[in-house]
């Protein structure tokens, strides 16, 4: 049985999970999730905690289950908590800003970079260089810090570009001049 899809995922009285025709529904303060059930999962609610068991032993439902449990998980914790994700940006004269529904880029171009914000995503300029992106499903967060982050990765020479808070660059030795 799949370590993770045995572990019951906890949830508050605040946060309400449904499941009708192979979709659950998770509703909380910070919004409303759905998600499709993979084939050979049920779940089980009980007083303040899910569990999600197979219905068969099939190779199919043995491998969704732990994913099952961990989709759900993630729904669950980011309509109570949400998620974030932080990018940092370094470089000369390189900044951004949020103009309206596009995040503005100048990352030494010719010209600067719009980046739209997705529905459902929250993004913050501190500083004109630390980006913060929230939001309640953890793959669209992710994937907006990655898309922003592909825009102009960190180089190893100088360490110019956009990288995750926390991000260690490993740095090149330039040419050296000869004598």
Same mark, same amino acid.
């Given at each position: 049985?799949?370590?993770?899809?045995?572990?019951?995922?906890? %949830?508050? +009285?605040?946060?309400? &999970? $449904?499941?009708?025709?192979?979709?659950?529904? *998770?509703? @909380?303060?910070?919004?409303? =999730?759905?998600?499709?059930?993979?084939?050979?999962?049920?779940?089980?609610?009980?007083?303040?905690?899910?569990?999600?068991?197979?219905?068969?032993?099939?190779?199919?439902?043995?491998?969704?289950?732990?994913?099952?449990?961990?989709?759900?998980?993630?729904?669950?914790?980011?309509?109570?908590?949400? %998620?974030? +994700?932080?990018?940092? &940006? $370094?470089?000369?004269?390189?900044?951004?800003? *949020?103009? @309206?529904?596009?995040?503005? =880029?100048?990352?030494?171009?010719?010209?600067?970079?719009?980046?739209?914000?997705?529905?459902?995503?929250?993004?913050?300029?501190?500083?004109?260089?630390?980006?913060?992106?929230?939001?309640?499903?953890?793959?669209?967060?992710?994937?907006?810090?990655?898309?922003?982050?592909?825009?102009?990765?960190?180089?190893?020479?100088?360490?110019?570009?956009?990288?995750?808070?926390?991000?260690?660059?490993?740095?090149?030795?330039?040419?050296?001049?000869?004598?």
């Amino acid at each position: 049985m799949s370590r993770i899809g045995k572990k019951p995922i906890a %949830f508050t +009285k605040n946060v309400k &999970i $449904s499941q009708s025709a192979g979709m659950v529904k *998770v509703e @909380g303060p910070k919004g409303i =999730l759905s998600a499709p059930l993979p084939g050979g999962i049920s779940m089980v609610i009980s007083d303040g905690s899910l569990v999600i068991e197979r219905i068969s032993n099939e190779r199919m439902a043995r491998s969704y289950h732990g994913l099952a449990r961990t989709l759900i998980g993630n729904m669950v914790e980011g309509v109570s908590k949400g %998620f974030e +994700k932080r990018l940092e &940006i $370094s470089g000369v004269g390189y900044r951004a800003e *949020v103009a @309206g529904q596009d995040l503005k =880029l100048v990352l030494g171009f010719s010209t600067p970079v719009q980046y739209a914000i997705p529905k459902g995503i929250e993004v913050k300029v501190d500083k004109q260089t630390n980006i913060v992106i929230s939001g309640i499903d953890k793959q669209l967060v992710g994937r907006v810090a990655a898309e922003i982050r592909a825009l102009k990765k960190p180089e190893p020479y100088k360490g110019k570009g956009i990288k995750y808070a926390g991000e260690y660059i490993r740095r090149k030795a330039g040419k050296s001049a000869a004598a």
